[in-house]
Nanobody, 123 residues
């Protein structure tokens, strides 16, 4: 059974940094594309960043230069390093996985989801 478990969320101030980690029980992990989505209060879930099994990445424009995704295929983890956080980054962040060779940004294309971890950025 596939499980994705996020950790690392919390309450921080603007311009602070935070690191999220997703532990995945997927085998083989290297055959899956991984992504982070987020849902802010009153908004739809949106794509943030994805990484393919070959470590190709794709970032939504609003987080470029601030967020960095990485994966460790040996440890079955994917991490999201967030810097220069803004209040508008406040959201529940979700780890997602899909088998395949390329990163996609559509929520419906991801078969597996974590339970989410809350990130709150105060001004």
């Amino acid at each position: 059974q596939v499980q994705l478990v996020e950790s690392g969320g919390g309450l921080v101030q603007a311009e602070d940094s935070l690191r999220l980690t997703c532990a995945a029980s997927i085998h083989p992990f290297s055959n899956y594309n991984m992504a982070w989505f987020r849902r802010a209060p009153g908004k739809e879930r949106e794509f943030v960043v994805g990484i393919s099994y070959m470590h190709s990445t794709y970032y939504t424009t609003s987080v470029k230069e601030r967020f960095t995704i990485s994966r460790d295929n040996a440890k079955n983890t994917v991490s999201l390093q967030m810097t220069s956080l803004k209040p508008e980054d406040t959201a529940a962040y979700y780890c997602a996985a899909r088998p395949g060779t390329r990163v996609v940004v559509t929520t419906a294309d991801y078969a597996y989801w974590g339970q989410g971890t809350q990130v709150t950025v105060s001004s």
